[in-house]
């Protein structure tokens, strides 16, 4: 690769980026003017919510039970065996849940949005819209992000709840841990605090799918080649925004913060 093509690509990169942020703005100003289209709302709901439940719960299924495995050996050798549960529902709340059924969610749906928008945008439907007078943030972009930011916080608790399940199944069946002691591991380690950063990380990693997914679709170019490099592209940098900010919203919510909030 030529620095120049390599400069180009850079380029393009910052410029979809702060494309991406004027999006988000103009989507706030939209929200506060109570501009909805309810329909699409509601059929984008159903997309990012019933059609994505499936591959969410398997992955925190098993993600528990990958996790038990781990902790459970080495907590049995510290005579730790009570810990077991609450360090997975720490693990889950706190991480391992909304920041996988973000990434689930960021595979299938934010690289659905991208294709769909960006072949909208190369056969000139976008432009169409604007013909008949409806605002494509309005009638495209705002119910993916409704839809997103509502149905990810859902997700997550599921996925929570399914991932402790697979973690109960492991610690019983492999290492004798009675599901009483792993509950009631669960209910001495897990406090509201750490439910409620599980919803606003998913919230927000919603909002993060939904925009970019909707701006690298919204900006393609280039027919068909273009619509897949959105598709790619929309994936991978949804992916590093949400690791990326995962990082600031733990430091932020547990690094001497996080529970002194409800206090």
């Not at 439940?53 to 050798?77: D, H």
């Not at 994936?235 to 600031?248: D, E, K």
Request: hydrophobic share 55%; aromatic share 10%.
């Amino acid at each position: 690769m030529s620095s120049k093509t390599f400069n180009n690509g850079i380029q393009v990169w910052l410029e979809r980026t702060l494309a991406a942020i004027f999006l988000a703005g103009q989507v706030v100003i939209h929200l506060l003017q109570g501009r909805l289209h309810r329909q699409n709302t509601g059929e984008q709901m159903a997309i990012v919510g019933p059609d994505s439940i499936v591959i969410a719960l398997v992955t925190a299924t098993f993600v528990g039970m990958v996790f038990t495995i781990q902790v459970a050996r080495e907590f049995l050798n510290f005579g730790a065996v009570q810990a077991v549960g609450g360090v997975l529902a720490l693990a889950l709340s706190r991480e391992l849940a909304p920041v996988l059924t973000a990434v689930v969610l960021a595979a299938r749906v934010g690289s659905a949005f991208a294709a769909e928008i960006g072949t909208m945008k190369v056969t000139e439907q976008i432009d169409a819209l604007y013909v008949l007078k409806s605002d494509p943030i309005d009638y495209l972009v705002i119910p993916r992000l409704i839809a997103c930011c509502a149905m990810l916080p859902i997700l997550t608790i599921i996925s929570l709840v399914m991932g402790l399940v697979g973690g109960v199944f492991v610690a019983d069946f492999f290492y004798g841990i009675s599901q009483a002691t792993f509950i009631e591991s669960i209910s001495n380690f897990l406090q509201i605090w750490d439910l409620v950063s599980a919803l606003i990380k998913a919230v927000i990693f919603g909002a993060i799918i939904a925009i970019i997914g909707c701006n690298w679709g919204l900006t393609t170019t280039g027919g068909a080649k273009g619509v897949g490099e959105s598709t790619t592209t929309a994936v991978v940098m949804a992916l590093i925004a949400i690791f990326i900010t995962n990082f600031f919203l733990s430091w932020l919510m547990f690094q001497g913060l996080g529970r002194q909030f409800l206090n």
